[in-house]
């Protein structure tokens, strides 16, 4: 390139600009420079033009600024250049560079002027010296006039010329370079076996031994000589092991059988496992501890007199597992801090029991009113006897301490706790506990006493008033429980003692919890008004009676109760739930006495006699029931609910000619729909079904919108008649005008469409024609009933199954979504669609129809015998009985889950669910009230109709399998 030979530019460095430093050293520039070698060997040329240029540009500068004046003037004297900006302002006299911009003849001026003392002449011997000496450190190849040292890497450089020749299979040819230098080395020696002296030996090893740490002294050692690290080591000696293994052992067992408690905690068998099992403190948990150790340690320095400071570092010491340094540290505490209870209590559990009684003795005396130290003393005696010596002597020096009081008296019989008590309660008057101890252990007179003494030491205590009432009581003074409770209560306010209506409750509650009605009912009497706003009473009390009830004091409810019903006698809303309550937890007694305070309170009210009448019934008692009903019908002549309750009475217990009489009475005095219909039915379940249809008759001029007299009728015609065209078509007539009457009627509807399909069968034989005839015209009348009754779950599920006994699976797969577009929640049709579904469509379906309406307890049966059918027997039981609690008036249920239980339940669960379904008498469900209300069944029960429903749905199972 062209530019390689012209002149670099001033100030240029070589390779500046590719991170080069650019500095120069004396050896560039200077008297030190080392010459280059004449052959070049020495190094580069191109590095010997730049020190030359360099040396020449430098010389040339130095005679411009020695010719040419400065601008500045003349320097002044013992100005040195480059002071200012950091320079040393010395120069060397000899073997250095002079040479500055100073230079020429103003610094020879300068010089020359200066004085030359002794200190100057001092320093050039030094400088001088230090000069020889570095020269003699050099090199012979770095001396100046040396130029026939050639550097190591110039003897090589033609070598590395040819390595550019070397071809790929040479390079991979070259060996691995390896220790060579082995071979030079001399044949290791065997180490040899130097014994030592026996007092050498001796001197070790009780310098070594340190019983606390548990390390114990070889008994024996050597040294061998080990020429290649030029020392010795030790070789460890079996017999110093064993002794030191032992010691360990020894420390260890001693450790553990030195325990708190004063016993041995050692398995001897299973020893060896259990030190397997300790687990070993990490690192990190090692420097807690030191951490820990150090931080209490400047507590205890800064205040020794701080008792927690010294039981937090015993524990420290506990937790590393130094029993005895943490000992030690509680010991300490003790003496420093001898009024803390706390040190004194560590200490005590941080010893044995022996020595745990030595230091609470020692405590005593240092804290003589310290109650814990005298029980903790206490505690650490094992008879009875030295127990009772400690905690008198306790007594003795706190005479006030209620612990030490009722500690003393528990371990005393009875004789000895009352004179306890007796000096107790001198000692101690406001304790209330001591008092009410010593009134239970009194006789009747004594206890009295007692607690007229305890209620005049403290007059604003309501237990001690409260326990006197109990007393009199547990005599059977009730009157003076009231008198008591009620003097209670005004005393109180009189001495301004704060008691809440609240408060007063929750002790009815613990008064009737401690088998004491009478006061519990005393306290209702007297406090339940109190803060209650008169508008109020009624809501608020009986609030407080379903509170009371739902926590278990049924005697706190009957009493709120029978007060409210005081105050307000004739609220109906009081009166029942006074019968519920005395229903669910009272007697047949208690129930009768409610009831019969009911109706003499409220005799208008039919219910109540009612309820009366059918407990009695019942209960077996029929001429009880008789009279209350003869009472009832004095009370409302004219009341409909007590004629039918009168004629069912007969009708149930066989007196049909009884009850047929009351029934025309009542048509005479109470006639209604209902009247009619009863009548009815006695008639056609005692098989006179012409005079059942007059009276239907009757009653359907008389109350044509009653739908149930169309029903009864149709029926009679249609299925218990002789089926001819004359009966059919009466049938007929009962249906149209009943849905002429009543468009409204669901089941008129539904038994009107299955009248038109089963009569072309029954009055001209089973054929097919016949049934597409009697399946079109209930289609007809399903579809006009669906007009008039828009979104009816009912019609649709029956007209479903229509198509489905008629063989339209199709249709009625069609018929079903449009139900569910039309009645997405019913729960009857998602029941219906979850049965009716093919097997692997029922889990996607029941899952839908629980998003729908999840709530549902036809959904939820459904669902239920899903899992039964798939043998999840504890999934369909929870099903089952979350449907049953749903709505436990829905027979359908009951009846499935009972099936189920039947065939794979045990004789413990069928039981159980029959008792329940008992006591919820269920009124409703498809097949519950096909078996139910079906005239051969009318003396059935309701345990037995469970019985019934459930061997129907047995079968239909079996049916469709």
Request: aromatic share 6%; charged share 30%.
């Amino acid at each position: 390139m062209a530019f390689r030979n012209k002149q670099a530019p001033k100030g240029y460095v070589p390779g500046l600009g590719r991170g080069a430093a650019g500095f120069t050293t004396r050896s560039d520039v200077g008297p030190a420079a080392m010459a280059a070698p004449a052959d070049g060997g020495g190094g580069s040329r191109a590095a010997e033009q730049r020190a030359a240029k360099l040396l020449m540009q430098k010389q040339q500068q130095q005679q411009k600024m020695a010719v040419e004046p400065s601008p500045f003037g003349q320097a002044p004297e013992g100005y040195v250049p480059g002071m200012g900006r950091g320079s040393t302002g010395m120069g060397f006299a000899s073997g250095g560079n002079n040479e500055g911009p100073v230079g020429g003849a103003a610094e020879e001026s300068a010089i020359n002027e200066t004085p030359y003392d002794e200190e100057d002449e001092e320093a050039d011997r030094i400088y001088e010296a230090i000069d020889e000496r570095m020269k003699k450190r050099r090199k012979k190849g770095d001396d100046q006039g040396d130029s026939t040292v050639s550097k190591i890497g110039s003897q090589f450089r033609d070598l590395k010329e040819q390595l550019a020749n070397v071809s790929e299979s040479e390079w991979a040819a070259i060996p691995d370079v390896g220790d060579y230098s082995l071979r030079y080395k001399q044949k290791r020696k065997q180490d040899t076996f130097t014994p030592i002296t026996d007092s050498l030996l001796e001197s070790r090893s009780m310098t070594n031994a340190d019983a606390t740490s548990g390390n114990a002294t070889l008994a024996g050692t050597a040294q061998v000589v080990d020429e290649k690290s030029s020392g010795f080591k030790s070789v460890a000696n079996m017999t110093g092991l064993a002794e030191a293994r032992g010691t360990v052992l020894g420390m260890s067992l001693d450790r553990m059988g030195d325990s708190v408690t004063g016993q041995t905690v050692v398995d001897p068998k299973g020893y060896l496992t259990s030190l397997s099992n300790n687990k070993l403190a990490t690192d990190a948990e090692i420097g807690d501890i030191n951490k820990a150790r150090l931080l209490l340690k400047s507590v205890r320095d800064t205040n020794p007199n701080h008792g927690p400071g010294w039981i937090a570092a015993a524990r420290v010491e506990e937790a590393a597992g130094k029993t005895l340094q943490a000992r030690k540290l509680i010991q300490e505490g003790c003496e420093v801090c001898p009024k803390s209870e706390d040190v004194w209590l560590e200490a005590a559990r941080l010893h044995p029991s022996d020595v745990a009684k030595t230091i609470l003795a020692s405590a005593v005396r240092r804290i003589p009113q310290s109650v814990k130290i005298f029980q903790k003393a206490a505690d650490l005696e094992n008879n009875e006897e030295s127990k009772k010596a400690v905690l008198r002597k306790g007594l003795e020096m706190n005479p006030t301490s209620v612990e030490l009081w009722k500690a003393a008296i528990e371990l005393e019989d009875a004789e000895n706790a009352k004179i306890l008590l007796s000096v107790a309660v001198e000692k101690v008057p406001q304790c209330v506990d001591m008092w009410l101890a010593l009134a239970r252990l009194e006789t009747y007179d004594n206890a009295r006493k007692v607690l007229n003494q305890a209620r005049r030491a403290l007059p604003t205590e309501r237990s001690i008033w409260l326990a006197a009432a109990k007393l009199e009581e547990s005599q059977n003074h009730d009157e003076m429980v009231e008198k008591i409770v009620q003097k209670a209560v005004s005393s109180l306010a009189k001495h301004d003692a704060i008691v809440t209506r609240s408060q007063w409750l929750n002790e009815a509650e613990m008064a009737e919890a401690s088998s004491a009605p009478t006061t519990s009912a005393a306290i209702i009497k007297f406090t339940i008004g109190l803060g209650v706003d008169v508008e109020d009473r009624q809501r608020t009390w009986a609030d407080d009676a379903n509170g009371t009830l739902s926590r278990g004091a049924v005697s706190t409810a009957r009493a709120i109760l029978a007060h409210s019903l005081s105050v307000f006698p004739s609220k109906r809303s009081l009166w029942m739930q006074a019968v519920e309550l005395e229903r669910k937890h009272g007697d047949a007694t208690s129930l009768d006495d409610v009831l019969a305070a009911a109706c003499e309170r409220l005799p208008k009210q039919e219910i109540f006699w009612l309820v009366r009448a059918k407990e009695k019934w019942t209960l077996g008692d029929v001429e009880k029931a008789r009279e209350i009903l003869t009472e009832a019908f004095a009370a409302n002549p004219n009341s409909e609910p007590i004629w039918l309750a009168a004629a069912k009475l007969e009708w149930e217990t066989g007196e049909i000619d009884r009850a047929r009489v009351l029934l025309q009475r009542a048509r005479e005095r109470a006639s209604s729909d209902r009247v009619y219909m009863k009548s009815a039915l006695l008639e056609r379940e005692s098989g006179k079904l012409d005079d059942a249809l007059n009276l239907v008759e009757e009653g359907i001029e008389k109350y044509p919108k009653f739908a149930k007299l169309y029903m009864i009728g149709g029926q009679i015609c249609s299925q218990e008649l002789k089926p001819t065209l004359e009966n059919i078509d009466r049938a007929r007539s009962f249906y149209k005008k009943g849905l002429t009457s009543c468009p409204n009627s669901i089941v008129l509807w539904i038994l009107s469409s299955q009248l038109e399909e089963k009569a072309p069968v029954l009055l001209n034989g089973n054929t097919t024609a016949n049934q597409g005839i009697g399946f079109t015209k209930a289609r007809s009348l399903l579809e006009l009933a669906r007009l008039k009754n828009a979104k009816s779950p009912e019609l649709w599920v029956e007209a479903i199954r229509l198509e489905r006994r008629a063989g339209n699976e199709k249709l009625a797969i069609t018929l079903m979504a449009r139900a569910l577009q039309e009645c997405p929640k019913s729960g009857l049709l998602l029941a219906e669609n979850i049965t009716t579904s093919p097997r692997p469509e029922q889990k996607s379906k029941s899952a839908d129809a629980i998003k729908k309406n999840p709530d549902d307890p036809l959904v939820i049966t459904a669902v239920a015998s899903l899992f039964a059918s798939e043998r999840k027997q504890e999934k369909a039981r929870k099903w089952f009985e979350r449907a049953v609690v749903l709505n436990p008036d829905l027979g359908d249920s009951w009846a499935k889950y009972y099936a189920f239980e039947c065939a794979v339940g045990d004789e413990t669960k069928k039981k159980s669910i029959k008792d329940r379904c008992i006591k919820a008498d269920p009124k409703h469900g498809e097949i519950w009230c096909s078996i139910m209300k079906d005239v051969k069944n009318t003396k059935v029960s309701t345990g037995e109709g469970l019985e019934m429903a459930s061997q129907h749905i047995i079968k239909m199972k079996e049916a469709n399998l």
